[in-house]
Each structure stands twice: as structure tokens, then as C-alpha cells.
């Protein structure tokens, strides 16, 4: 089955870090450019980070940009979020996303809460 | 950064009935642009891509078209599984890709 499953989120205080994971199984994740998004409470969709399929190209939202790290383990299948200095507006639910420009198969995400 | 709004924001419509949602780009986009079905408890799922195309497995009863900068998403006669919230995202100039707020389209 094609499929992402995010893994890693919990709760954090702010000033602290958590490691988000997302497993891609069902399709050749090499080849595909990769996508982090989040979802605040009750919010919209809002794009956090984009790597290429050799991590040659990255970015990231100015919103998460200096804390935020992005990276990917091919041979692992597995797409990673570094998130340190955690503030209480990073909580959200995050999905990984796959491709480039149009997302078109996403994880369930997995609820990062951000709270002292 | 380019700006998408979406109208209305919920969208009240009988099973069987026709709805369809707005989204305007701030400037021009050409036809880049994709939407998305997010059901409570899910990611989102996508349905449109380059205005018009309809992805996988996509149902016929959606479609998407364009007219310079606004965007329309029409499902022609609702399904019991169609009430969801629906997102309009541009590809043309990223980063960032930036999301519409949504329209929730709900059972009347």
C-alpha cells in the first residue's frame, strides 16, 4: 500500500526540541522531492518545509527558518523534521506530503503540542 | 508571497446539489494551482491539479477551471462523503507554496 506515516510528536516546552519521523512505504521515496506541513488547532494549511529527492535543494518557511532542519535517509525510506526552540505557535499537527509543487499523497499526521 | 482567498467560507448544500467554490489569486498564477479534500481526522486528499486536472482516482463529478486569476472547484451532485473542508494551494512562485484558508461545505 502507498502510504506516509508521522511519527515523533508530543509534547514540548517551549525552548525545547523534538524529532519528527515519516515513513514512506509503497513507492520508490528516492525518487520523490518531499514536503513538511502543519496544521494548527481549528487553522489552515500551512507549508513548513520542501527537500529534494537528494537533499540538494532545501527550504524552509521564514516562519521556522534558523530552527527548523530538514533531511531524509533514502535508504531508510524516511523523511525527518529537526525542530528546536519551540514556541508555543509551532503547535500543530504535522504531515509529511510528497512530491513537488502539487501534494499528492499525505500522511495523518502526527500532533505536536507546544506548552510549559 | 502570493495571497489565495477563498469563498464562501462554508458552504451549506443538499445532497444531490451542485456546489461551487471560489479561490482568487493575488496576482497571476497561470495554471498552477491544485485543491485538496481534508476530512476531520485525516491529511488532505488531492483532487485537482494544473486548475483542471483531476488527480487518481478522483471522482468525475469534480472539476476545476480557471478564469485569469480565479480559480473554481464544482462538484455537480454532492455525496454524503464530499462534506469536507476543500483548500486551494498555489505551485507557480515558491517558495513558499501558500494554502487558501478553505471553504467547508457542509450538510444544509
Known amino acids: 500500500e502507498v502510504q506516509l506515516v508521522e511519527s515523533g510528536g508530543g509534547l514540548a516546552q517551549p525552548g525545547g526540541s523534538l524529532r519528527l519521523s515519516c515513513a514512506a512505504s509503497?513507492?520508490?521515496?528516492?525518487?520523490?522531492?518531499m514536503n513538511w506541513v502543519r496544521q494548527a488547532p481549528g487553522k489552515g494549511l500551512e507549508w513548513v518545509s520542501y527537500?529534494?529527492?537528494?537533499?540538494?535543494?532545501?527550504f524552509y518557511a521564514d516562519s521556522v527558518k534558523g530552527r527548523f532542519t530538514v533531511s531524509r535517509d533514502n535508504a531508510k525510506n524516511s523523511l525527518f523534521l529537526q525542530m528546536n526552540s519551540l514556541r508555543d505557535e509551532d503547535t500543530a499537527v504535522y504531515y509529511c506530503?510528497?512530491?513537488?509543487?502539487?501534494?499528492?499523497?499525505w500522511g495523518r499526521g502526527t500532533l505536536v503540542t507546544v506548552s510549559s | 508571497e502570493i495571497v489565495l482567498t477563498q469563498s464562501p467560507a462554508t458552504l451549506s448544500v443538499s445532497p444531490g446539489e451542485r456546489a461551487a467554490l471560489s479561490c482568487r489569486a493575488s496576482q497571476s498564477i497561470g495554471s498552477n494551482l491544485a485543491w485538496y479534500q481534508q476530512k476531520p481526522g485525516q491529511g488532505p486528499r488531492l483532487l485537482i491539479y494544473r486548475a483542471s486536472t483531476r488527480a487518481t482516482g478522483i471522482p468525475a463529478r469534480f472539476s476545476g477551471s480557471r478564469s485569469g486569476t480565479e480559480f473554481t472547484l464544482t462538484i455537480s451532485s454532492l455525496q454524503s462523503e464530499d462534506f469536507a473542508v476543500y483548500y486551494c494551494q498555489q505551485y507557480n512562485d515558491w517558495p513558499p507554496f501558500t494554502f487558501g484558508p478553505g471553504t467547508k461545505v457542509d450538510i444544509k
Open positions: 506530503a510528497r512530491d513537488m509543487e502539487k501534494f499528492d499523497l
Open positions: 509503497g513507492f520508490t521515496f528516492s525518487h520523490y522531492s
Open positions: 527537500i529534494t529527492s537528494s537533499s540538494t535543494t532545501i
